[in-house]
């Protein structure tokens, strides 16, 4: 099991994203994806440690379950290729659902990254974050700063409506994705283990920030 053979893959879709050259090499996208779930396979029990909540739901589920799929859903997708040339996952039970909040994994010859945070899907998440973030704005503060986080995602020029722009987190309240990104080096990507040891590293230095945004929705549910 090795990295090449999967960017070898996404970088040859990439440049075939067709439904014909998909077909005729099956046996190498097979292969890769064989690769992939190993990974995951391995890569739920470095989260089981790291991030022993959402951990211990993940150690028994078959890693097929993590993945999405490369073809795309061309009803939403007017106007693309019909292939995602990128090997992804979320470490969830349920990775269609919001919650829990968990880990993104990216393959692909272009970049491979692991990611946390919160990707609010519907409008009242975004708000429940916000109002979370309103009350706690110092604790985020200093979980970005103690882990050297530099939080990715979408940001809105102006402070939205029914904010106060003099509030203390108003940059906070700009954003419309609460994430961190670590992005692995060709030396990371060299070996499994060399990998999951990097890995392991960013979900500890991940977890502070998923911990404080899933308590806006733990506090939810216990209202």
Same mark, same amino acid.
């Given at each position: 099991?090795?990295?090449?053979?999967?960017?070898?893959?996404?970088?040859?879709?990439?440049?075939?994203?067709?439904?014909?050259?998909?077909?005729?090499?099956?046996?190498? #996208? @097979? !292969?890769?994806?064989?690769?992939?779930?190993?990974?995951?396979?391995? %890569?739920?029990?470095?989260?089981?440690?790291?991030? +022993?909540?959402?951990?211990?739901?993940?150690?028994?589920?078959?890693?097929?379950?993590?993945?999405?799929?490369?073809?795309?859903?061309?009803?939403?997708?007017?106007?693309?290729?019909?292939?995602?040339?990128?090997?992804?996952?979320?470490?969830?039970?349920?990775?269609?659902?919001?919650?829990?909040?968990?880990?993104?994994?990216?393959?692909?010859?272009?970049?491979?990254?692991?990611?946390?945070?919160?990707?609010?899907?519907?409008?009242?998440?975004?708000?429940?974050?916000?109002?979370?973030?309103?009350?706690? #704005? @110092? !604790?985020?503060?200093?979980?970005?700063?103690?882990?050297?986080?530099? %939080?990715?995602?979408?940001?809105?020029?102006?402070? +939205?409506?029914?904010?106060?722009?003099?509030?203390?987190?108003?940059?906070?309240?700009?954003?419309?994705?609460?994430?961190?990104?670590?992005?692995?080096?060709?030396?990371?990507?060299?070996?499994?283990?060399?990998?999951?040891?990097?890995?392991?590293?960013?979900?500890?230095?991940?977890?502070?920030?998923?911990?404080?945004?899933?308590?806006?929705?733990?506090?939810?549910?216990?209202?």
């Amino acid at each position: 099991m090795n990295f090449d053979r999967m960017t070898a893959y996404t970088e040859a879709l990439s440049k075939n994203n067709d439904r014909k050259w998909f077909h005729d090499n099956h046996g190498e #996208y @097979e !292969e890769a994806r064989e690769d992939f779930l190993m990974l995951l396979d391995i %890569m739920k029990f470095v989260i089981a440690q790291e991030a +022993p909540s959402i951990g211990e739901s993940l150690i028994f589920e078959n890693p097929k379950n993590f993945m999405y799929r490369i073809p795309r859903d061309m009803r939403y997708s007017k106007g693309k290729e019909p292939y995602n040339p990128s090997f992804r996952a979320y470490f969830s039970p349920h990775k269609k659902n919001f919650l829990p909040l968990s880990y993104f994994l990216y393959v692909s010859h272009e970049k491979c990254f692991i990611e946390g945070g919160a990707w609010p899907w519907e409008a009242k998440d975004l708000t429940r974050l916000r109002e979370h973030i309103m009350y706690n #704005y @110092e !604790e985020l503060d200093d979980i970005v700063r103690e882990n050297g986080i530099v %939080m990715q995602g979408k940001t809105l020029k102006r402070v +939205p409506r029914g904010y106060d722009p003099e509030h203390p987190a108003a940059e906070w309240f700009k954003h419309k994705y609460y994430t961190a990104e670590y992005s692995f080096s060709a030396e990371e990507m060299s070996s499994f283990e060399r990998f999951t040891e990097a890995a392991a590293a960013a979900i500890r230095r991940f977890e502070p920030l998923r911990l404080y945004l899933s308590a806006a929705f733990t506090a939810q549910s216990e209202e």
